[in-house]
């Protein structure tokens, strides 16, 4: 890759830093593996292509991972991709500029006790904006603000947001999905919100099985009247809501269904039958 | 300060990095003054009560901002605060940490002639979002955005944006005024943009001298029909606008009075008089 100037090191004039110019993924490597990675690599890619950040190409990043990630059987990878260093005021650096960090948490499957969620819905509203909206980037002030509102609520295990028109949006670190009538729903992400890779895993799995899934704007009494509930993103897979404030849901069938199709700790236990 | 845990150095969790959790402030420091330091502390001040980020305390900062940029005797100053380090998924870091870093650029005063700005109206949006509207906030994407619209446009100083309904906000990097009918017109921050310092020393200035400043919602059709406009900020303090594409301006007498108060390159420049 002569035509690309990758950084690797965290520098002062780090745009990232400074304006957050930048996108991230967080993966789960399980058992040596990372079942996802073609969906985080072509997610990561489409929204370089929106902010015109320059990529790696794909085997150099998975080589990165792979390397920094070597000493960990299973774990939580986050990739940070950025427009690299430098520019006061803006200023905009070379185009063939960028920089990509690997970290790596420790990874904990949950105990089938911890799985199902109390919720509460978030007055933090996000803005709509259709520039950033689906992508994974690094502006997460608004995020951080719901994430101190649920703090201050005291036990909360995620939160659900709205855009500023009242609509349903996402969890702060999760999708959100609801059945009821004979389909599944789940907010469009046109106007906010990240486009989740297990989201997009369940719709998909959700179609084959001949499920109707409606993507589209919903106000919350919507889902307060759901038969069943629940989040995902690509680390815990699939979470029931056990409770959303005060009303209570039961984990239905179609959640169940899920959850022992996508949960990693579900996955890599050893089948129960042949 | 025994309770606020202060982090100086850079560090891979860093939540400037990971969420843009965090402020800043860009100053001045000409001939061995910080002019307006009083009115950057306050700000910043009242952006870390807004987001819950604790502050160090005036002399702490003044201190580290003296040392720090001791070698120089006029610099660009950009300070940055944020939560400090720690959270994957938005867990929030303990209430008392905090990092504060301070960066230098080289000052060059402007040249007389390069100081009327030639701009541009912004196809890019700025997002409605009372929550962080007026914050000197490190989520600037937005920003980064319209940075790159206007370098594809070519040689433009600045670009004019809008909120997504259409009002008018401010600038890139600066704040926007514009006289008509004889007063003084600049849009309200309520909903987007950054309160800027030179912004308020304006309207200070201009309310002491009775020229009645109007502060709201405007179309940028009611800027097209100004007799003058100009753009400020605290570094390269008023800066008339001679062009938005194609509509020609001239520098009028309110903003050349206001470049002689306010601009660091006329301040320090021995006096013409007396």
């Known amino acids: 890759m002569p035509d690309l100037a990758i950084n690797e090191e965290l520098d002062w004039q780090e745009r990232g830093l400074h304006y957050g110019d930048g996108l991230f993924e967080t993966l789960l490597k399980l058992n040596g593996e990372i079942p996802l990675w073609q969906d985080h690599f072509q997610r990561l890619k489409k929204g370089c292509e929106r902010l015109r950040i320059p990529l790696a190409d794909e085997n150099w990043l998975l080589r990165k991972v792979s390397r920094e990630t070597s000493d960990q059987n299973s774990t939580v990878i986050k990739i940070i991709v950025t427009r690299g260093c430098g520019g006061r005021g803006l200023r905009l650096p070379a185009q063939n500029h960028s920089s990509i960090f690997v970290l790596k948490y420790a990874y904990t499957a949950l105990a089938d006790e911890d799985l199902a969620l109390e919720v509460s ?9 259709r520039n950033l909206a689906g992508l994974k980037h690094l502006n997460r002030l608004d995020y ?17 947001l709205c855009d500023t028109d009242g609509f349903l949006v996402e969890g702060v670190i999760s999708n959100l999905f609801f059945y009821r009538d004979g389909a599944m729903y789940t907010p469009t992400l046109e106007f906010a919100g990240v486009e989740g890779i297990m989201r997009e895993c369940v719709i998909d799995y ?4 001949d499920i109707p899934v409606q993507v589209g704007r919903y106000s919350p009494e919507l889902l307060l009247q759901a038969a069943e ?6 680390v815990s897979g699939i979470r029931p809501i056990k409770a959303i404030d005060r009303q209570n849901y039961v984990t239905g069938p179609i959640s169940q269904m899920l959850v022992n199709e996508f949960n990693p700790d579900v996955r890599s236990r050893p089948a129960a039958t042949t």
């Open 206 to 209: 959700l179609r084959r099985h």
């Open 229 to 234: 509930c629940f989040m995902c993103n690509s």
């Open 121 to 129: 819905m978030c007055q933090t509203r996000l803005p709509i904006n």
């Open 144 to 160: 951080v603000l719901a994430a101190i509102e649920l703090e201050n609520l005291g036990k909360k295990d995620e939160g659900i």
